[in-house]
């Protein structure tokens, strides 16, 4: 038996242009991956809001797609978009699924991920939640905690599938565990199988960033990839002994090959030889990828060890405010009017008696995106350039003093170094924007386990449903 | 021994997790795998992004897929929702580091691919 699982998403924000591709060519599972670090803050913003909010806002555009699929017994859904507020999005699927006329799905809500409710008991174990990036223990947690999360594995989503769910929509989860929790269902693989895991952890990882597997992001020949403007989502064929084969839906464009699928196989891997998620602890060093043509690579041998004893959570704060304004100069001297004007803001920031506690300028064109690691260039070269422009970029302790710096730099229009300024594009600055801290920390598995559920939603029948 | 830039010998994707950022090169084939794997030693990346990054750098090796991994920390200015930076999630370094110039046997680089981008598939000549 072959299961197929789609890689239907890979952030919030994403295209959904590629499902409907991917749902025609066939596939058992569509794998929808919601959450990139900082989304639960966007997200816990909603909320704030709106207590009916925090899961993501596209998630009904792709059950609207998927759901005939589903109806008709083609395909199931796994998603992490309900957020920080599953519960929610359970109840937006089933709104969709009203509003299409369908009727019989069984629909499962993941909850547990939160550590807000448990924060307490948690931080009061020695070493407990200390971020793992310095090593700062809990106690030293600069501010209120605008979301705290653990990563849960597949196990939640396995026991929701056994429990019959159609679709089964979760809140934080490991990215590649949305995509290994379909395979431990149909195959039966449990823990203890830690190869068959990590198998599954490494086709999970090599389809969650949607494109990114199939020729986006590429840095190969990018530019003979045919149609990016079409560029697949990826399908893996998987078998029940951990292999698969990763390809993508005829007809569509992009690229699956040894070089774009390698790409993806390191993409945000920190040790290759441990990768771990809460399910296993892959050896990314022993996948042997087999490039098969015809836009089909097979992936196999992947060995795994036994999983940690605890998940990887992720809380976060408020990290004061930015305000930015961006200015361009022509030539002559384009680098030295825009250099005097970045300093002309600071002094007259200074002169006003604004607290700033960061500054940044970028020089497009010049150093803007690698700063301190931009090659020299000659004096000849600098003193030439045709145009340069300066991005401003600081930091404050709230929106209010952030805005102050900004329009410091409006009367600059008429005195600043000659020829003038030019606003790149409309206005020269943004609304000032909240910056945000993440804390990585890691907290034992059986604090989070106690609270981790599934719910399950049974959609009332309707006559007269309609299915594909 | 000739001097040949990395871009000429292998391609490269980088990415974030919080203030960290990894940096994958991908070589072309083993011979330029082995001459990268002598090369590029942490040290010589820390040297190349210099103030950019404010932590150690750590490699990894990838021989089943011809790669290098390196992983720096305090990278990104704060991290990808803290960063006053454009380039916040360090998607960028990647190519930077494809500036860097190392000694490679001659057959090396007379192997090299040096592939250069040819728009003529997005209807520009």
């Known amino acids: 038996m072959t299961v197929r699982l789609a890689g239907g998403q890979g952030f919030y924000g ?67 978009a309900g957020g920080i507020n599953p519960a929610a999005a359970g109840q937006e699927a089933a709104k969709v699924a009203a509003r299409l006329g369908l009727s019989g799905l069984r629909i499962a809500t993941v909850t547990g991920d ?59 989860v490991a990215d590649p565990s949305l995509f290994l929790a379909p395979l431990s269902y149909e195959f039966g693989w449990a823990p203890g199988d830690w190869d068959l895991l990590a198998a599954g952890t490494v086709i999970g990882h090599l389809c969650e960033c949607s494109g990114q597997v ?16 079409n560029l697949a989502y990826p399908i893996a064929e998987c078998e029940a002994d951990g292999t698969a084969v990763i390809t ?20 945000e891997v920190h040790d290759p030889t441990g990768y771990i998620t809460p399910d296993v602890v892959a050896d990314f060093t022993t996948v042997r990828l087999d490039d098969l043509g015809g836009d089909r690579v097979r992936v196999s041998g992947v060995r795994g060890r036994e999983a940690t004893g605890t998940y990887k959570a992720l809380a976060c704060y408020p990290a004061g405010w930015s305000g930015e304004a961006r200015v361009a100069f022509g030539w002559p001297d384009a680098l030295a009017k825009a250099r005097a004007t970045e300093a002309i803001l600071r002094k007259r920031t200074e002169m006003a008696g604004i607290a700033v506690d960061e500054w940044l300028a970028e020089y497009w064109g010049v150093n803007a995106l690698l700063g301190a690691a931009a090659p020299a260039m000659p004096q000849a070269a600098t003193d030439d350039l045709p145009e340069v422009l300066v991005r401003m970029v600081w930091r404050c302790a709230d929106a209010q003093t952030a805005g102050r710096v900004g329009r410091e730099l409006v009367p600059l229009a008429l005195s600043a170094p ?8 409309r206005g020269m600055t943004g609304r000032p924007s909240q910056l945000l801290g993440l804390w990585p920390a890691l907290v034992p598995k059986e604090l989070v386990n106690e609270q981790v559920r599934h719910d399950i939603t049974d959609l009332p029948e309707i006559s007269d449903s309609t299915a594909v | 021994m000739p001097r040949i830039k990395l871009r000429d010998l292998c391609g490269t994707r980088s990415g974030d997790k919080g203030d960290t950022v990894n940096i994958a090169l991908f070589a072309y084939d083993p011979a330029a795998y082995e001459a990268i794997k002598h090369e590029v030693t942490a040290a ?46 360090g998607k960028t370094l990647g190519g930077a580091l494809l500036r860097m110039e190392i000694d490679v046997p001659g057959p090396v680089a007379d192997q090299a691919p ?10 520009s000549d």
């Open chain 1, 14 to 80: 994403d295209s959904v242009t590629a499902v409907t591709g991917l749902l025609e060519a066939g596939v058992d599972y569509l794998c929808l991956e919601a959450l990139a670090e900082l989304t639960l803050a966007i997200l816990q913003k909603d909320r704030l809001r709106d207590p009916g909010a925090g899961f993501t806002r596209d998630l009904p555009f792709y059950l609207q797609l998927a759901m005939p699929y589903v109806a008709a017994g083609r395909t199931k859904v796994i998603t992490n």
């Open chain 1, 114 to 172: 939160d550590l807000i409710p448990r924060l307490r008991t948690v931080s009061a174990l020695p070493g407990a939640l200390a971020n793992a990036e310095t090593g700062e223990p809990w106690q030293d947690f600069p501010g209120p905690v605008l979301f705290a999360n653990a990563y849960l594995g597949a196990g939640p989503i396995v026991a929701a599938l056994a429990d019959g769910a159609d679709i089964v929509i979760t809140g934080r």
């Open chain 1, 214 to 229: 199939a020729g986006g992001n590429f840095s190969g020949d990018w530019w003979t990839i045919e149609q990016p403007w």
């Open chain 1, 248 to 267: 993508k839906p005829p007809g569509s464009g992009g690229r699956v090959d040894f070089d774009t699928v390698r790409h993806q196989l390191l993409y």
């Open chain 1, 418 to 425: 000659p020829w003038g300024m030019t606003g790149a594009g």
């Open chain 2, 44 to 89: 010589r990346v820390a040297a190349h992004f210099g103030g950019l990054i404010g932590g150690p750098v750590q490699r990894y090796e990838a021989p089943n897929v011809l790669a290098l991994n390196f992983v720096a920390r305090n990278a990104l200015g704060g991290g990808g929702p803290r960063s006053l930076r454009s380039d916040n999630l």
């Open chain 2, 114 to 123: 040096r592939r250069r981008p040819d728009l003529s598939l997005y209807g």
